[in-house]
Nanobody, 119 residues
């Protein structure tokens, strides 16, 4: 079982930056891949960034070069550094942990943190 708690959201002006954190408790942090998703009002949840257990990263095209996902295995924390934010990126951002076992895929979600990009 993994519990995830996001933090770091808030109000930022267009072009500004925020760093989101996802603190994980429970067992097996190193075995999990982590994802950041976002969901804007009236829209489907969208995958933003992924970091594997080995540290490989992937991003949706719209955030490449502006967002950076990272993990600190010693602190059981995953980060999403977001730069040059745009108003259309206003959304609730969710942390997701995922790993595959002999029983199948296990995944866990945080409660989300609101990011509002507005002047």
């Amino acid at each position: 079982q993994v519990q995830l708690v996001e933090s770091g959201g808030g109000l930022v002006q267009p072009g500004g930056s925020l760093r989101l954190s996802c603190a994980a408790s429970g067992s097996g942090f190193r075995d999990n891949a982590f994802n950041w998703y976002r969901q804007a009002p009236g829209k489907q949840r969208e995958l933003v960034a992924t970091i594997t257990s080995g540290g490989s990263t992937n991003y949706t095209a719209s955030v490449k070069g502006r967002f950076t996902i990272s993990r600190d295995n010693a602190r059981n924390t995953v980060y999403l550094q977001m730069n040059s934010l745009k108003p259309e990126e206003t959304a609730v951002y969710y942390c997701n942990a995922r790993r595959y076992t002999v029983r199948g895929m296990l995944q866990y979600w945080g409660q989300g943190t609101q990011v509002t990009v507005s002047s």
